[in-house]
């Protein structure tokens, strides 16, 4: 089968998601570096987003779909349920994760990765919108772990890869990184799913500065 070619920056939370889903399915890939609206991008997604996928004669766009084609089409246990309400639950935080976690988290990274502050410096006020925000959404992915294992039931799932990458980084900021610390169920459940290999191949290099 024609290896799978992935377009975008190892930075990238969803790029990851697709790398890592890759990794658990062992499927043969390539990370062609890309940045976003660049032209490689923008001849493979229509808005210039990143990732991207080629896989012989099929592209694709969009974390989502990438990893649920790279999930259905390579052998190996299959990462989402097959039963309809598991398969729904991890949709559900697949869900949860794009729209509401992933982007207040990262307002949150970019006031530090970026510093728009006074003198350079980290801008206080947006890190600060971003707080109580966070401590909401970290407390309702504890409360779920407490009595689960992983976000959809029993089993790993394209709702834990999905959220793994944006844990990655809460870890980098002091703020983020003790509040992730103080949710005993979420940072056991990180522990775990930092450890697995697939996580450990597709630790990201660190961001580019401003």
């Not at 658990?24 to 808005?47: D, G, M, N, Q």
């Not at 925000?133 to 992983?150: C, G, H, N, W, Y």
């Not at 039931?153 to 999905?162: C, F, K, P, R, W």
């Amino acid at each position: 089968m024609a290896e799978i070619e992935l377009f975008g920056m190892r930075q990238s939370t969803y790029v990851r998601v697709a790398w890592m889903t890759c990794e658990e399915k062992r499927a043969p890939y390539i990370i062609r570096h890309a940045a976003p609206h660049s032209e490689t991008i923008r001849a493979l997604h229509p808005f210039g987003r990143i990732p991207a996928m080629r896989h012989g004669e099929v592209v694709l766009f969009e974390s989502k779909a990438i990893a649920t084609y790279i999930d259905k089409i390579f052998p190996g246990p299959m990462l989402m349920p097959q039963d309809a309400l598991g398969a729904a639950r991890a949709e559900q935080w697949i869900s949860v994760v794009n729209t509401t976690i992933e982007p207040t988290w990262t307002q949150y990274f970019r006031a530090y990765v970026f510093p728009k502050g006074s003198g350079g410096q980290p801008d206080r006020g947006a890190i600060e919108r971003c707080l109580e925000p966070m401590r909401q959404q970290i407390a309702v992915l504890d409360k779920v772990l407490e009595t689960s294992p992983f976000l959809a039931g029993e089993a790993m799932t394209l709702a834990d890869i999905a959220t793994l990458p944006i844990l990655h980084y809460l870890h980098h900021f002091p703020e983020g990184e003790a509040m992730a610390t103080a949710a005993t169920h979420l940072e056991s459940y990180f522990q775990r799913m930092a450890a697995r290999p697939s996580a450990q191949a597709t630790v990201p290099p660190p961001m580019p500065s401003a």
